[in-house]
């Protein structure tokens, strides 16, 4: 893997570039699972197969390119044995400005990135595909990406930017009525306002990014145990974080670690 911070006119609207290169490993499903970043995926291989969307009435589809907005349940994606490629974690509240539309239209679903972004999108995934080695890579990104946010601003400090930006801080351990309160909003406009622009509403949001940060704490160096992840990240005890994680994983804890983290 290979991990970047894009150029610093780009960071309001991507988090990180993450670039990937995996390969010898028998035919699997992959989960890809909810998180608090819209994801843009660029195949540098075969194209990415997903065999089941977060909404499961919706038909799997096979792209080379796609945008992921935020979910609550896992993407299913159909490995097999190789794939190669970058993975951009975009601000939901960047999504707008960067691709077009609000990160709410892109919500629980994996469309192409052509149809978010038309023949600019084809552009960019040839150019990335011609690109050689990971710094010209994302050289290509910081480029085409720049020219796409020059005319736009930063996403504004709006009472909805600083109660997503709580969320996050705080772990989604920030309590969603004091956040209404807090802004000057009623719970209810708080949601809708959620819903609209990110497409999730602020107590499933806050459940999502706390999962989120179990999954991590889960993938570090020296893990700390089931019952201490579930204390950090705000759950009640280790039955909780694991009632979580079968709803917005699909699985436990213990099951996603023996299917992702090989070797460890």
């Known amino acids: 893997m290979e991990v970047r911070e894009p150029a610093p006119a780009l960071r309001p609207f991507v988090s990180r570039y993450v670039g990937y290169r995996v390969e010898g490993f028998p035919p699997r499903l992959h989960r890809g699972l909810p998180s608090g970043s819209v994801t843009l995926i660029l195949s540098l291989d075969q194209p990415v197969d997903i065999a089941a969307m ?110 997503w930006a709580r969320l996050v801080a705080t772990g989604g351990a920030a309590d969603v009525r004091g956040l209404a309160a807090t802004v000057g909003w009623s719970r209810r406009h708080l949601t809708d306002r959620f819903r609209r622009e990110l497409g999730l509403p602020p107590k499933l949001a806050a459940r999502v990014i706390r999962f989120q940060r179990s999954r991590e704490l889960l993938a570090s160096p020296g893990r700390p145990g089931l019952a201490d992840i579930a204390l950090a990240c705000g759950y009640y005890d280790q039955a909780h974080l694991t009632r979580d994680w079968r709803e917005l994983a699909g699985c436990s804890p213990t099951v996603w670690m023996a299917e992702e983290l090989v070797g460890d």
Do not use: K, Y
Not at 81 to 86: A, D, K, L, Q, T
Not at 152 to 159: C, D, F, G, H, R
């Open 54 to 163: 977060p909404v499961r009435s919706e038909r799997p589809r096979s792209l080379d390119a796609l945008v992921a907005g935020l979910h609550a349940a896992p993407a299913m994606i159909a490995e097999r044995g190789r794939s190669h490629g970058v993975q951009l974690e975009l601000n939901p509240l960047g999504v707008r400005a960067l691709l077009g539309l609000p990160a709410g239209e892109l919500a629980s679903t994996v469309v192409s990135l052509e149809d978010v972004l038309g023949r600019s999108g084809r552009e960019l995934v040839d150019q990335f595909a011609d690109a050689r080695g990971w710094s010209e890579r994302f050289a290509v990104l910081d480029q085409v990406l720049a020219r796409r946010a020059a005319d736009a601003a930063a996403p504004a400090a709006t009472p909805l930017a600083w109660a």
